[in-house]
């Protein structure tokens, strides 16, 4: 009997193995699955959308761009086109004229860290990298900084950090 049970248990033993490296290895007939999408730096994910060449173009002349491909993590409130466009008359042309300026208005728009939309709605402010706070509200479910510039898409993932879309510029205080 006590040969019986080892018999049994040795293969039961072999069985169990068998079994859990047929599961480890795929078989020629399923494939392999397959490598996610690698996600594109900040700058990439903007320019792959089409909708912030204004934004890229003004990174370009404040010398961000390699910032914003760094490592991060970084979280960019990021006006569309149509958000520069509604500037006053003169606005942007004077800020691309000053590029000291221009930096500090960019950055302005850049948090450290990857903040995503549901933290983002649990705060009040946010200190940007420029160094002066934004003002965070929610209004009718909507996201608001400064009272006035709509969070209008949110959590658009890079590989380091988060875009969140927005209707208009923001500037830093005075």
């Not at 080892?6 to 392999?32: E, N, Q």
């Not at 010398?63 to 490592?71: A, R």
């Not at 409130?77 to 004229?97: E, R, S, Y």
């Not at 728009?109 to 940007?128: E, N, Q, R």
Request: charged share 15%; net charge neutral.
């Amino acid at each position: 009997m006590k040969r019986s049970l080892i018999v049994a248990f040795a293969a039961l033993t072999l069985v169990v193995s068998a079994c859990s490296a047929a599961a480890a290895s795929p078989s020629p007939a399923t494939p392999a699955p397959s490598a996610s999408p690698k996600l594109g730096d900040i700058v990439a994910t903007a320019d792959g959308a089409g909708t912030f060449k204004t934004l890229l173009a003004a990174a370009t002349k404040a010398g961000l761009v390699e910032t914003l491909q760094g490592p991060g993590p970084y979280t960019v409130f990021a006006p569309t086109d149509a958000a520069f466009a509604a500037l006053p008359a003169g606005t942007l042309d004077k800020l691309l004229a000053d590029p000291m300026q221009l930096k500090k208005v960019l950055l302005y728009h850049v948090v450290s860290g990857s903040v995503k939309a549901a933290d983002v709605v649990k705060l009040t402010s946010a200190m940007s990298v420029e160094g002066s706070p934004i003002a965070i509200s929610v209004k009718d479910g909507k996201v608001y900084l400064n009272g006035t510039a709509q969070v209008t898409a949110t959590d658009i993932m890079a590989s380091n950090g988060v875009i969140h879309v927005i209707d208009q510029v923001i500037l830093p205080p005075s």
